[in-house]
Each structure stands twice: as structure tokens, then as C-alpha cells.
């Protein structure tokens, strides 16, 4: 199946953050310079897992009569492995990358949550966190993978490490939540503070379903995240694509704070509402932290 | 830097903005790659300066749980 969504190319390939890079006369943006050891060993675990993302496929193959016993066990598995949401839809053209050809009918989708509490500990905190979830589901992916692999189906890993599919698509379709202003999905437990791993496959399962709790509607009102962010980069209006509305995030604004500098920067995530339900005191106290610098600083600028 | 969105107009006048571009190139290769699509073959597609009211704001024909295919 062929893939119709454009995908932007990450990191330095991105020529918008290489012309900016380059114009202060640097040759890689300072954010990747800047890792700790920590965070390094993350980013090189999903480089090494990237030569597992597929394999052989054991020829003796599992009969599945029954697609919604198979999807439970499947997921029963995925939190084993240690994820917190899991969610399976039929494969879609929109949900592959433009140009990209998965020939596989499945999509699961496997996301590890990040620890909240690690808001209130500074950007090093939560960039940790951040790259340690996307480890974890790295590892996830690959593992669910080769488990259908050995159950007599093709199955591919996609993550950090290498990936053909769009995650927001997938995200919606299989009931995690709405797309928020900021960009990311937002679920009612986890917010947005949540990282995926996927595993596309030809195993017969069934498929959940779009969710809907009012997130778009919520945020055509709330605003804080666009109040939060630091270079303005949040928009007020949205645009619409195929009946679901999009803040469309201008990276000329953003990539100043979160590339060009050595700190990370999460901002809208963590500032987002959405997290207050399952982290009220937490949230609370990193919203106190952030009046009190005027919501577009912080602290530690 | 420019600000570009790139509209796609379905054979029925339905726009979908498919994303914010930041240069006439990198656009218009975009539209190259979406006409490629045989599925594509009846949409037609325009370069929009990102300015307020530029983009599509079509409100979902079925609601928000349209289906994005």
C-alpha cells in the first residue's frame, strides 16, 4: 500500500533547520551537540534496534479464527512488553509516508507514557524522560514485531529508529484521542505526554475505533499552550484537513527554542490541561512555577 | 523565510490544507509527489501565502469523526 502523507525530513535534513543552523555559522544544530551521556545511550539504542525492525517469518503459521481474540492477545502482550496504550486499525493509504509502500494490512500501535512528575524538575528532566519512553517503545515495537513474526505473519517494527507511517492518523483511527493545538494527539489520561512505537502486519485482527471527548472543541478556547510557548509558534486560526482541525506549528518560530538552544524544550506538552486529571498537584505546581515567570519565560532562562 | 500552505481541491471543491511550507520549492515539489498519486489524478492543488484566512477552514462535512480518507 502506497503512503500519501508528506512527511518532513528531521533533524538536520530538514532544510529549514539547516539554513538556520548554518546562519549562525554552525554545522549541526547546538540541541544535538548538547546530550548527555544518558540521553546519547537512548538515541544510539533505537540506531542499533533498526537493522530488527523486520525479519524472517516462521513458515509454520498460527490459524486465527477469531481476529478480536487474536487483537486481545496481542495487546496483552504489547503491555507486557510494557506499553500503556495500545490500539489496532486497519492500514490506510494517509497513514504511510508519501511515496513509502507498506505492503502489510494492520497497524498496532503501542505508546509507553511519560512520568509527568518530571515537569517540575527542569527541561534535562523531561528531555530524559522523553528519549527514555522513546527507547522503551522502541524495544516494544521490536519485540511485538518478531513475536508475530513467530507466529507465522509478516510484521514490521517502526520507531525512532526507522519508520513509514504517520503516527497522528494511526493515533485517531485507533482511539487514543484528538489532535490538539500544540500538534500532538492528546488522550484523557496521558495528555500528550506519551511517545509510540508501531508494528504493521498482515496477522488478522480487529480493529478499535475514533474516539471523541471534545479535545478539538476544547482547544479552539483554551489557549495555553500558545500562551506558553516561547516563540510564538502556535497559531491562533487552524486549518482544516478532511474534517479535523489542525494548528499548523510555524518551525521558524519553534526551532529557536527547541533546536537552536542546548535545552530541550516540551513546553506545550507539559502546559497542556489535559494533564491535570491524572497529575493534579504536579501540574498545579509547574503551572504556579510558570505565572510566576509570566508563562513565556522560564525560570531558567 | 516564506510561508506557504499548499491546498488541495477535490473534484467535488472540497479544500484540505496539506501542510505549511516554508519555500516555493519545497511546495511545489510536494504537489509533484501528491499528483504523482493516481488516486490524486482529479484534485488540483495551489500555493497560498500563509496569511489569516489563506488555509481551508471547510468545517468537517460528517463532524469530527469524518474519516480522513
Not at chain 1, 41 to 50: I, Q
Not at chain 1, 70 to 97: E, F, T
Not at chain 2, 15 to 27: C, P, Q
Not at chain 2, 45 to 52: M, R
Request: charged share 25%; net charge negative; glycine share 8%.
Amino acid at each position: 500500500m502506497r503512503g500519501t502523507t508528506p512527511r518532513r525530513e528531521q533533524g538536520m535534513a530538514d532544510p529549514v533547520l539547516a539554513s538556520m543552523v548554518h546562519a549562525l555559522g554552525l554545522e549541526t544544530a547546538p540541541h544535538y551537540t548538547a546530550a548527555t551521556p544518558k540521553i546519547q545511550a537512548y538515541r544510539d539504542s533505537w540506531v542499533k534496534l533498526a537493522k530488527f525492525r523486520d525479519g524472517p517469518v516462521n513458515p509454520q503459521r498460527l490459524e486465527v479464527a477469531d481476529p478480536a481474540e487474536m487483537a486481545k492477545q496481542i495487546k496483552a502482550k504489547a503491555m507486557d512488553l510494557g506499553a500503556h496504550l495500545v490500539g489496532i486499525c486497519r492500514l490506510q493509504p494517509h497513514m504511510i509516508d508519501l511515496g513509502e509502500d507498506v505492503p502489510h494490512e494492520f497497524v498496532i500501535a503501542a505508546c509507553v507514557a511519560e512520568d509527568y512528575e518530571k515537569v517540575v524538575h527542569g527541561a534535562n528532566a523531561v528531555e530524559e524522560e522523553a528519549m527514555r519512553t522513546y527507547a522503551k517503545c522502541t524495544e516494544i515495537a521490536t519485540e511485538l514485531a518478531a513475536h508475530v513474526r513467530n507466529l507465522g505473519f509478516p510484521a514490521r517494527a517502526h520507531h525512532n529508529g526507522g519508520s513509514e507511517v504517520q503516527a497522528i492518523p494511526i493515533f485517531y483511527q485507533v482511539g487514543f484521542g484528538e489532535l490538539g493545538r500544540h500538534g500532538s494527539l492528546i488522550n484523557e489520561k496521558y495528555g500528550a505526554s506519551f511517545r509510540p512505537g508501531f508494528v504493521t502486519t498482515d496477522l488478522p485482527l480487529a480493529e478499535d475505533k475514533p474516539r471523541e471527548f471534545g479535545v478539538q472543541d476544547f482547544c479552539m478556547n483554551c489557549n495555553v499552550c500558545q500562551l506558553n510557548c516561547p516563540g510564538d509558534a502556535i497559531p491562533k486560526e487552524h486549518v482544516m484537513t478532511r474534517g479535523i482541525k489542525r494548528w499548523l506549528i510555524d518551525l521558524e518560530k519553534c526551532y529557536p527554542y527547541s533546536r537552536l538552544r542546548d535545552e530541550y524544550c516540551h513546553l506545550c506538552v507539559d502546559v497542556c490541561p489535559y494533564n491535570v486529571k491524572s497529575h493534579p498537584e504536579t501540574y498545579k505546581a509547574f503551572m504556579k512555577e510558570r505565572k510566576q515567570v509570566g508563562y513565556k519565560t522560564p525560570k531558567s532562562w | 523565510m516564506e510561508k506557504l500552505y499548499v491546498n488541495e481541491i477535490a473534484p467535488d471543491g472540497a479544500i484540505n490544507t496539506v501542510g505549511l511550507f516554508y519555500s516555493r520549492g519545497e511546495a511545489e515539489n510536494i504537489i509533484a509527489r501528491l499528483k504523482a498519486i493516481p488516486e490524486r489524478a482529479e484534485c488540483h492543488y495551489e500555493v497560498v501565502e500563509a496569511v489569516a484566512g489563506a488555509a481551508s477552514t471547510n468545517p468537517p462535512k460528517q463532524g469530527i469523526l469524518t474519516q480522513l480518507t
